[in-house]
Nanobody, 121 residues
Framework: VQVVESGGGSVQPGGSLRLSCAASGFTFSRSTYILSWYRQAPGKERELVCAITSGRGSTTYVDSVKGRFTISRDNAKNTAYLQMNSLKPEDTAVYYC?????????????WGQGTQVTVSS
């Protein structure tokens, strides 16, 4: 299984970015998983930003991004997205895609290499 993020960059406050998480080695539509976006700012711990489940695609968001960020997936492309709007300087971080694949004792975690998001004027 491989997970590759892309789409990071620099943007001014109030701007938008869309991150992509391309997964290979398993099929979205035929697997049980939770796909999550995490971020880690300099000097801070990695935090969960949002997640989407397989099947029905239930989503969850940390309070600080609710109403601004949207997680989605495209089963045909085996890719998930994080649409980030109304970006703030405090959103600056390295963003990581994580896939928790499988259930209970038959599960594994896979991480991408991260993509930098910088929000600054």
């Amino acid at each position: 299984v491989q997970v590759v993020e892309s789409g990071g960059g620099s943007v001014q406050p109030g701007g938008s970015l869309r991150l992509s998480c391309a997964a290979s080695g398993f099929t979205f539509s035929r697997s049980t998983y939770i796909l999550s976006w995490y971020r880690q700012a300099p000097g801070k711990e990695r935090e969960l930003v949002c997640a989407i489940t397989s099947g029905r695609g239930s989503t969850t968001y940390v309070d600080s991004v609710k109403g601004r960020f949207t997680i989605s997936r495209d089963n045909a492309k085996n890719t998930a997205y994080l649409q980030m709007n109304s970006l703030k300087p405090e959103d600056t971080a390295v963003y990581y895609c994580n896939v928790h694949l499988g259930l209970l004792s038959h599960s594994s975690d896979y991480w991408g290499q991260g993509t930098q998001v910088t929000v600054s004027s």
